[in-house]
Structure formats: C-alpha cells, structure tokens
C-alpha cells in the first residue's frame, strides 16, 4: 500500500501512544513542576508583634539589649534569624526600641554605659542614647521599631519583607 493515503495500523498506534503520552506528560509534569518552582517564587514577609517582655523588668534611663529569633522560609530554606533590640525606657510611659544593627554596614552595636553611646566596634560608628549619629561613617540614626504595650507586656513590631 505505499503512496496511499490510509494510516497504517503501526502509524496509528504510533501517533495514539504519543498523544496519550504527551497528555500524561502534562497533567503529571506541570503540577510537579509548580510545586517544585513555586516555594522560590512565593514572596514572604515579616508583619508580626514580638513580646519582649514585661514592661517593668526594663529600667528608666538604661537601654537594656534584649534578643529573640525567628525562622524565616526562603523556598525550600528554613533560616533562623537572631535580632537584637536596645529597648530604652525614657520614662514610666515612654519607651523607644532601637535595632542593634549598625546602618553603616550591619555590625551590631554595643551600649557602652561609661560613654553613654550606642559604639559600633567594625568601624568605630557612635549613637547618642536615642540613636542618633554622634560620629563615625553610619548615614542615619539607628533603626526604631513602633512599640506597644498590652496587658503589661512589652511587644516590638517587625515588618520585614
């Protein structure tokens, strides 16, 4: 039958298996596919009160440093992620919480009592008690976060994205 225009019966077997092949391809691979892509693609973000702790256990005119973690995903990735935070309590009512990260290049600053500064031990960067730049090369004040307190208990908010 050469020159016909009839299918032949292994053509025909030929062409069904792989279309049947290519719609199981298909409907397998793409699901797989995503879930496998789509952890990287998911953008996340940090929007959460953090407790610090009770209001009364941080001192009038003293910054204390208190630290906490958090597990971040990133895709696959499970990070855990150490802050640092200056929780300085200006009066009964007014308390101001400075991150601990230096904004010159993200060393973490120490509060040095003596000198009554915030140092930076990387690149010798000084902040007054309320964060602001004294001398040294940081571009800007220390970073502040909105505080609250609720039912006693000091709480920081961490937005990050």
Not at 59 to 67: F, N, W
Not at 103 to 126: F, M, S
Not at 132 to 157: F, W
Request: charged share 15%; with cysteine; glycine share 8%.
């Amino acid at each position: 039958m050469a020159g016909s225009d009839h299918l032949s019966r292994r053509d025909f077997i030929t062409w069904i298996s792989a279309a049947v092949g290519s719609l199981i391809t298909v409907v397998i691979g793409l699901p797989a596919l995503d879930y496998l892509i789509a952890p990287a693609l998911t953008a996340t973000s940090t929007d959460a009160w953090i407790p610090l702790g009770k209001l009364d256990s941080f001192e009038v005119g003293k910054p204390i440093l208190s630290t906490f973690t958090r597990t971040k995903a990133n895709g696959w990735e499970q990070t855990v992620n150490s802050y640092g935070v200056f929780v300085y309590r200006k009066s009964q009512t007014e308390v101001v919480a400075f991150s601990n990260v230096c904004t010159h290049l993200g060393c973490r600053v120490n509060w040095q009592a003596d000198k009554k500064e915030y140092i930076c031990p990387c690149h010798d960067g000084h902040f007054n008690i309320d964060g602001k730049v004294v001398s040294g090369p940081p571009p800007r004040p220390l970073d502040t976060y909105v505080t609250k307190v609720s039912g006693g208990i000091l709480s920081i908010h961490l937005l990050e994205s």
